[in-house]
């Protein structure tokens, strides 16, 4: 039994018993799914919760189907304690923390699958990443019933792809980004951080400078290509491999012409430094 200073709940039954209490209230409910490893940018997505709901559960859940053979699903950190006592600082209501036999019992066979937003960019590097994450969070929304979930725009593809999710299986939630929280170097925070040596730290925050440069250009009226072109060699000078350097249009992620952008976009980055995998965006603005 953990001995958290907040209130947790570690089954569905459980779960529901504390939301229906807070139904019967007519109070809103927020939700901030997490995979734990909490830092500033989870714990400003539940004070953004708290601002717009009465209540507000985070989950914490290493999601095993979101990591392919070889990714570090066993060395994720896990640190619930620590995280308890964030989140209990941060004045959330619940942490719900189901074990893997609760999200995926004996004979679970359901996948969700998405196209669209889910096309391109982290899919390429790792074709099995968005199904795992449709898959949990829409049992996690299942279990939960929120009114409204909270996503990191550091993560940008996945929270497109949720806002797909919600609209093409109807899920009467509403999904609220929160901006990016960074280090005072500009490096978006992320629990995969902690795996950076001393020397590949120094050269992480490369990756938000060469994304705001390929910002700027776009925003100047380089042409998509020639921009792009630029940022991927700058990034392959700084990183010790490149998944991808791009631009996206940013309402849909669909690609954009060779030519200046006619229309907001996004940059985004996924570049590697030894075993760490970083992943970084930049909003960009059209030309006026």
Not at 130 to 150: E, I, S
Not at 171 to 196: C, K, Q, W
Not at 248 to 261: F, K, M, S, V, W
């Amino acid at each position: 039994m953990l001995n958290l200073q907040i209130p947790h709940a570690t089954t569905v039954s459980a779960l529901r018993a504390r939301i229906r209490s807070w139904r019967e209230d007519r109070l809103r409910i927020g939700f901030v799914p997490t995979m734990g490893a909490l830092h500033d940018g989870h714990i400003s997505l539940v004070r953004l919760a708290k601002t717009h709901c009465d209540r507000v559960v985070a989950s914490i859940f290493v999601n095993p189907r979101q990591f392919a053979p070889g990714e570090d699903l066993d060395a994720y950190p896990r640190t619930v304690v620590e995280d308890a006592e964030k989140l209990a600082t941060a004045k959330c209501d619940l942490i719900y923390l189901p074990a893997n036999g609760i999200m995926y019992p004996e004979g679970y066979s359901a996948t969700v699958s998405l196209g669209g937003a889910a096309e391109g960019l982290e899919s390429e590097a790792r074709p099995h990443f968005f199904d795992g994450v449709a898959t949990v969070v829409a049992k996690l929304f299942n279990q939960v019933r929120p009114d409204m979930a909270f996503f990191g725009e550091k993560d940008y593809q996945q929270l497109m792809v949720i806002r797909q999710l919600v609209r093409d299986l109807d899920f009467p939630i509403d999904i609220v980004g929160g901006e990016t929280v960074r280090e005072a170097d500009g490096l978006a925070m992320s629990s995969r951080n902690v795996y950076l040596s001393p020397d590949d730290r120094a050269r992480a925050a490369r990756l938000n400078a060469i994304l705001n440069s390929f910002a700027a250009a776009l925003t100047a009226g380089t042409p998509r290509a020639d921009a792009q072109a630029d940022a991927l060699k700058a990034a392959q000078d700084a990183f010790d491999a490149v998944d991808y350097i791009e631009a996206r249009c940013a309402a849909t992620l669909a690609p954009l012409d060779e030519g200046p952008i006619d229309r907001n976009a996004r940059v985004l980055g996924a570049v590697r430094l030894g075993r760490t995998r970083l992943i970084d965006n930049i909003a960009v603005k059209r030309p006026s």
